[in-house]
């Protein structure tokens, strides 16, 4: 990894234990050993680690993770449900409290600053559009009831899925978190034709 690399998941790292207002850059530069000419040769400033953070780190990521949802092997509720499995095997018990770096972000930045709520809100619209896509696939292909409306079920799924988060964090329980993710599974599941 560069150090531009670096400098961008050292930053991740703390600010995924602070908040971006928690994190201090000053601390990571001089945990990395490296100058601040360094840090400033790549970002003027905090804000622009932070953006940075979302666009190159986060924002792939979850775009990525939905991205295959249609599939000729798969029933498309099937694959929705193996994303969220596939979502939550990325947090463990020691790793919960700490929540989704996603709704981490868009609960504390989102109301204090437009660069954050438009990169933030754009990620979930991706998500949304995604998962949006899929469910008419399936409504196309009968596979799926038709009363499912695409897009109040695309943000009913991400929300329930930031929900889980919150609650899992909130009680420092991986096993609240996934069971939570469970329901919604279930719920899902219902609406398969």
């Known amino acids: 990894m560069d150090t531009r690399g ?3 998941q050292k930053n991740f790292e703390a600010m995924r234990l602070h908040g971006f207002q928690g994190l201090r850059t000053d601390k990571v530069i001089a945990q990395m050993g490296i100058t601040k000419g360094a840090f400033y040769h790549y970002f003027k400033d905090k804000l622009n680690v932070g953006y ?3 666009d190159e780190l986060i924002a792939p990521g979850y775009k990525q993770a939905w991205i295959n949802l249609v599939r000729d092997d798969m029933h498309i509720i099937d694959a929705i449900a193996e994303t969220l499995n596939m979502i939550a095997g990325y947090s463990t018990q020691e790793t919960i409290h700490l929540g989704c770096p996603l709704n981490n972000l868009i609960q504390e930045m989102s109301p204090l600053d437009e660069g ?3 990169r933030l809100s754009a990620i979930l619209d991706d998500e949304r559009k995604l998962i949006k896509a899929a469910l008419k696939a ?3 292909n009968k ?3 038709s009363e499912v409306d695409p897009d109040a ?4 799924i991400l929300a329930s899925l930031e929900g889980s988060y919150t609650i899992g964090k909130s009680f420092n329980s991986y096993t609240k978190f996934k069971s939570c993710i469970a ?3 279930q ?4 609406y398969k034709q």
């Open 52 to 54: 940075a953070i979302v």
């Open 153 to 156: 079920l695309a943000y009913f």
């Open 143 to 145: 596979t799926i009831k």
């Open 116 to 118: 954050f709520n438009k």
């Open 6 to 8: 670096e400098i961008l």
């Open 183 to 185: 329901q919604l599974i």
């Open 187 to 190: 719920i899902l599941n219902s």
């Open 138 to 140: 399936g409504l196309e």
